[in-house]
């Protein structure tokens, strides 16, 4: 299918109706003929290096941390590192607010693709257009975050790409490459279901800086 085709789909997906030509595997995000170019294969291990923008670091598995302690992230949102034992739900999850950043983190070491935004700076109309894509969608999850560089970030564990629109192409590219990709996933398998993790009232957000007890990127304290 042309970047024409795709994004046809995603405006139908958004709308909520399936329209003839567009599969319900490729509006899911998986590995179709129709999104060939950008799903990982045992030869093109990780497609996100051809979309635009796309930041990478490797980043080893990550520690785990106490759900009283904080980790210094060298970006917010983070792209992986040390976490809480704790994962956020990630079964295709819309948080109403913000998330505690060191339980979203391991739902990235699970596989998940996190997609955050600016409250301040994305419209109600955007924020339905960017949850169309993660409702009911395994290894997703979105929440708000304010104050950040730009309107819309996606995460994956090591990938990050930073947005201002959500009706970016780039968006549905990031996520079909790097969405449970083998490649690409510390723990390959991982569930999403997280019963324990309220989904109603998660951990929330703190926005102050990490003080000098905060765990560093290397896990050793």
């Known amino acids: 299918?042309?970047?024409?085709?795709?994004?046809?789909?995603?405006?139908?997906?958004?709308?909520?109706?399936?329209?003839?030509?567009?599969?319900?595997?490729?509006?899911?995000?998986?590995?179709?003929?129709?999104?060939?170019?950008?799903?990982?294969?045992?030869?093109?291990?990780?497609?996100?290096?051809?979309?635009?923008?796309?930041?990478?670091?490797?980043?080893?598995?990550?520690?785990?941390?106490?759900?009283?302690?904080?980790?210094?992230?060298?970006?917010?949102?983070?792209?992986?590192?040390?976490?809480?034992a704790q994962w956020a739900d990630c079964t295709g999850i819309v948080y109403a607010t913000a998330l505690r950043t060191e339980n979203a983190v391991h739902s990235l070491e699970h596989g998940a693709v996190w997609i955050t935004y600016d409250p301040a700076r994305v419209s109600a109309r955007d924020q339905a257009t960017l949850s169309a894509k993660v409702t009911g969608r395994p290894y997703t999850l979105m929440s708000p975050l304010p104050d950040m560089d730009h309107p819309i970030s996606l995460q994956s564990w090591g990938r990050q790409l930073s947005l201002d629109t959500a009706d970016d192409e780039r968006i549905d590219q990031f996520i079909i490459a790097l969405r449970e990709n083998p490649y690409t996933t510390p723990e390959v398998g991982a569930t999403c279901s997280s019963p324990r993790f309220d989904r109603n009232d998660p951990p929330p957000y703190d926005p102050t800086p990490p003080g000098p007890d905060a765990v560093p990127m290397s896990g050793i304290r």
């Open 1 to 84: 299918m042309s970047s024409v085709g795709i994004r046809a789909c995603a405006v139908v997906f958004a709308a909520g109706t399936l329209a003839a030509g567009c599969s319900a595997d490729a509006i899911e995000g998986k590995a179709t003929a129709s999104a060939d170019s950008f799903a990982p294969s045992p030869s093109y291990q990780d497609p996100s290096e051809r979309i635009p923008g796309v930041v990478s670091a490797e980043i080893p598995p990550g520690v785990h941390v106490l759900p009283t302690e904080r980790v210094a992230y060298p970006s917010i949102p983070p792209m992986g590192g040390p976490h809480d």
